[in-house]
């Protein structure tokens, strides 16, 4: 059954460095997520891309995050400084068509830890 | 805004028991809902997607109901087993998926 993998699974990393998390979602989805879970909270969403764009975005998701597709299979997640208050488990997902109203398959996460 | 709020928030029986998970949301105003598992620092696995012109959805022994008009869900595990031991998540679309916090269940041998 298809699903969508992530990479690394836990990454550590110091204060102010740059990280990229990847994604790899379901190959014949179109909408992909990233979400955040900070150590007993919600899952929170972060943004949305379609079609090459940013659909969606949280009051979350500021400057020091971007995301990009930069070829057909991944989808990266990168944090340009990262701070201590960064540190959660980061989800990818993706849907198929036709949206977000769709049935959502998430990744296994990465575990970011800022130190 | 979107709020989506779980009840108990965790629960701890014996195995054997039927349980009923609750979700409620304040807008109304939803495409569908979604239910999903959480192991201890794992992924989310999805359950059950129920759409908006359902009542119930079904997949062995959950069933999850939607009463759109009075903002609730319930999830309905029938012969709990250890195995079921798991944070259980409800999410509704409201441009992304806004989730509850969750319901943290124990079932006991």
């Known amino acids: 059954e298809p699903e969508v993998t992530q990479t690394p699974s836990h990454q550590v990393t110091q204060m102010g460095q740059e990280v990229i998390l990847r994604c790899v979602p379901i190959?014949?989805?179109?909408?992909f997520y990233w979400y955040r879970q900070i150590l007993g909270q919600k899952v929170e969403f972060l943004v949305s891309?379609?079609?090459?764009?940013?659909?969606?975005k949280s009051e979350i998701f500021d400057d020091q995050f971007s995301v990009e597709r930069p070829d057909g299979s991944n989808f990266t997640l990168k944090i340009r400084s990262t701070k201590l208050e960064d540190s959660a488990m980061y989800f990818c997902?993706?849907?198929?068509?036709?949206?977000?109203?769709?049935?959502?398959?998430f990744g296994p996460g990465t575990r970011l830890t800022v130190l | 805004k979107q709020e989506v709020t779980q009840i108990p928030a965790a629960l701890s029986v014996p195995e054997g028991e039927n349980l009923v998970l609750n979700c409620s949301f304040t807008?109304?105003?939803?495409?569908?809902l979604q239910w999903f598992r959480q192991d201890p620092g794992k992924g989310l696995t999805s359950l059950l997607l129920?759409?908006?012109?359902?009542r119930e959805q079904t997949s062995g022994r959950l069933n999850a109901s939607l009463d759109k008009s009075s903002g609730r869900s319930t999830l309905y595990i029938a012969a709990s087993q250890p195995g079921d031991s798991a944070t259980y998540l409800c999410?509704?679309?409201?441009?992304?998926?806004?989730f509850g916090g969750g319901t943290r269940l124990m079932v006991k041998p």
């Open positions: 997902a993706s849907s198929p068509p036709p949206g977000y109203y769709n049935e959502q398959f």
């Open positions: 190959s014949n989805h179109l909408y």
């Open positions: 891309f379609y079609n090459n764009e940013i659909s969606e």
């Open positions: 807008d109304s105003a939803i495409y569908n």
């Open positions: 129920i759409q908006s012109s359902q």
């Open positions: 999410a509704v679309p409201f441009n992304m998926l806004t």
